[in-house]
């Protein structure tokens, strides 16, 4: 079957570097996204790795290794309002989207 | 309005109600999608439809019946729910023929209660 795997829920102080992991198991790979859920809201898109590496987007960075069925996104100078759900999902071979459950991420100060 | 518009954003209702959920995007898209989201579980993708016509309807249940009228507007048409329907009930969309890599744009949900 196919299989989305992220920790449910993770802390991390604010100002400090945060890594959110993602591994997958799926039929056919055509790329995997990030998305940012706080709550009571819409999730909104952070990120989409097709190739392997390291995609940067200002405090926001997503890496993928397809060969490891892996992926994480890498938060630096952390905010309180990064305070969210990041839900991790991979499009496969029908192009439909398998979503993980979400790593809720609880800011310090 | 812009992006993914959903109403209303809270529904209580009883299990022998009828209820509608609206959801209208303002991107010129042309695919739209339902989804359900249960507390610390993956978003489930119930309907999807591209160009006004259901592509895809993943076993769900005969007591939820989309209508999709023009490529802007989507409904979720609700009866004889059962409390394990209680979720929060996401609308999204994307630009072109739903079956691409494409992004996916949310609305902000209803959150629904069954009593």
């Known amino acids: 079957g196919q299989n989305i795997d992220q920790p449910t829920e993770m802390t991390a102080t604010e100002g400090a570097i945060v890594q959110i992991n993602c591994t997958y198991q799926?039929?056919?790979?055509?790329?995997l996204f990030w998305y940012q859920q706080h709550a009571g809201e819409a999730p909104t898109f952070l990120s989409y790795n097709v190739l392997d590496g390291l995609e940067e987007k200002g405090r926001f960075s997503s890496f993928l290794s397809r060969s490891k069925g892996y992926s994480y996104l890498l938060l630096k100078e952390l905010q309180m309002k990064d305070s969210a759900s990041y839900l991790c999902a991979v499009m496969d071979s029908n192009y439909q989207l398998i979503w993980g459950a979400g790593t809720k991420l609880i800011i310090k100060p | 309005e812009t992006g993914v518009t959903q109403t209303p954003r809270h529904l209580v209702m009883g299990m022998t109600n009828k209820k509608s959920l609206k959801c209208e995007q303002h991107l010129g898209h042309n695919a739209m999608y339902w989804y359900k989201q249960s507390a610390k579980k993956p978003l489930e993708l119930m309907f999807v439809?591209?160009?006004?016509?259901?592509?895809e309807n993943n076993s769900v249940p005969s007591r939820f019946s989309p209508e999709c009228p023009n490529s802007s507007h989507l409904f979720l048409h609700l009866h004889t729910l059962q409390p394990e329907d209680s979720a929060l009930y996401l609308c999204?969309?994307?630009?072109?023929?739903?079956?691409?890599?494409?992004?996916?744009?949310f609305g902000p949900g209803t959150r629904l209660l069954v009593l």
């Open positions: 799926t039929s056919g790979f055509n790329g």
């Open positions: 439809y591209s160009l006004e016509e259901r592509v």
């Open positions: 999204a969309s994307s630009q072109g023929i739903a079956g691409g890599p494409e992004t996916q744009y």
